[in-house]
Structures are given as structure tokens and as C-alpha cells.
T-cell receptor, first 112, second 115 residues
Framework: DSGVTQTPKHLITATGQRVTLRCSPRSGDLSVYWYQQSLDQGLQFLIQYYNGEERAKGNILERFSAQQFPDLHSELNLSSLELGDSALYFC???????????FGPGTRLTVL | AQSVTQLGSHVSVSEGALVLLRCNYSSSVSVYLFWYVQYPNQGLQLLLKYLSGSTLVKGINGFEAEFNKSQTSFHLRKPSVHISDTAEYFCAVSDYRGSNYKLTFGKGTLLTVNP
């Protein structure tokens, strides 16, 4: 158990819908990262937050957004969902920049 | 831009054999290097990391890796694998340029250990 929690574990929805994925980092970790894992793209970095502020963006679509709240939990919002958005979405956290990232168990999103 | 290449998407070995999983990276700046393991239907778990210092890094479950700056490689090895090592292994690099510490992952190598 990494100490990073993600909910829900599984999510099945339809095209065009909007979903919210939630992540609670390890106690004391200020940095939160979101990754997408799919068969064709592999593991792709989406976005990073540090203590409530966005610090880095990766291959995140405009339909996707995220935020980190004062209690340090983070949410990833995916809207206008397409079939190709079906993937595993991981959240990770770390104490400081560049050090080990601890990964949550992931949320498996299926878009039908 | 950083990139990570893992040679061999699937490696199959017998229990007790030596295994070497190859990882090469490209980056124009100094990097941190990581190996993660993903067991079926689970998240990623850190095996080992190189931040600085000794180029031979020992990790959990008997794994070790050697950082070679001139060859930009960070190969993972285990002298004697067990069936329970069957999993997917990811090499990742993070450079410390500015405040961007995102991990760039390789495509992964699926290791199958046969009895």
C-alpha cells in the first residue's frame, strides 16, 4: 500500500459524458501528478500540482482539467468523453520535486 | 525532450535465471532515473532509483541497476528470478530542469518467469 488513494476504482460511462476522478496523496506529500495508461500510448504524464498550484503540464487534452484543493487532495475532470479516453488513470504523489513518486492503485475508466 | 527506450517488450525466462532488462534514455540535462514494477491489476511500485552518488543501485526484491552516463543507460538486472517476479517493468526518467519533474516512462517490458 503506497498510501495514495484513488476513487473510484472502476468507472463505466458513455461518450459525451463528464466524470471526476479523485486522488488523496500520502500524508505530507505536497506534489500530485496525474498519468494516463493506455495500450497504445503507454504511460503518459498529464499534469502536476504542487501545494495547490499547477506546476507542469504534459499531454493533457483541453477537455481534461484538474485541481488540487487546500487539503491537498486532487481531482481530475474529464469531459466530452470519447471512446479513446478509456484508460487507467493513475495519481502519484511525492514530498519534493524529482524524488520518488508513490502511485495510487488507479481508476479504470471505460467509455462505451 | 526526454525519451526512454526499453529494448524488448516481452522477456521470458526460466525460474532461477539471470535477467537483464535494458533501458536507454535521452536527455540533454542531468537526470534522475527510476525503475517501477506493475503487477497485474495493480499500481506502480518503485523498485529502485538513481539520484546521485554510486552508479550501482540496489533495490527491493533483489533487483539492482547500473547507471552509465556515457552510454545513457540504466539497465535493470536480477541474478536469479522467481516466478513472483512476473510483472511489467517500467524505466522512467525525470530531469531537474526548472520545476518540471514529470516522469517520462518507457513503453515497459513484460517479464514472464516460467517454472
Amino acid at each position: 500500500d503506497s498510501g495514495v488513494t484513488q476513487t473510484p476504482k472502476h468507472l463505466i460511462t458513455a461518450t459525451g459524458q463528464r466524470v471526476t476522478l479523485r486522488c488523496s496523496p500520502r500524508s505530507g506529500d505536497l506534489s500530485v501528478y496525474w498519468y494516463q495508461q493506455s495500450l497504445d500510448q503507454g504511460l503518459q504524464f498529464l499534469i502536476q500540482y504542487y501545494n495547490g498550484e499547477e506546476r507542469a503540464k504534459g499531454n493533457i487534452l483541453e477537455r481534461f482539467s484538474a485541481q488540487q484543493f487546500p487539503d491537498l487532495h486532487s481531482e481530475l475532470n474529464l469531459s466530452s468523453l470519447e471512446l479513446g479516453d478509456s484508460a487507467l488513470y493513475f495519481c502519484a504523489s511525492s514530498v519534493v520535486f524529482g524524488d520518488e513518486q508513490f502511485f495510487g492503485p488507479g481508476t479504470r475508466l471505460t467509455v462505451l | 525532450a526526454q525519451s526512454v527506450t526499453q529494448l524488448g517488450s516481452h522477456v521470458s525466462v526460466s525460474e532461477g535465471a539471470l535477467v537483464l532488462l535494458r533501458c536507454n534514455y535521452s536527455s540533454s540535462v542531468s537526470v534522475y532515473l527510476f525503475w517501477y514494477v506493475q503487477y497485474p491489476n495493480q499500481g506502480l511500485q518503485l523498485l529502485l532509483k538513481y539520484l546521485s552518488g554510486s552508479t550501482l543501485v540496489k533495490g527491493i526484491n533483489g533487483f539492482e541497476a547500473e547507471f552509465n552516463k556515457s552510454q545513457t543507460s540504466f539497465h535493470l538486472r536480477k541474478p536469479s528470478v522467481h516466478i513472483s517476479d512476473t510483472a511489467e517493468y517500467f524505466c522512467a526518467v525525470s530531469d531537474y530542469r526548472g520545476s518540471n519533474y514529470k516522469l517520462t516512462f518507457g513503453k515497459g517490458t513484460l517479464l514472464t518467469v516460467n517454472p
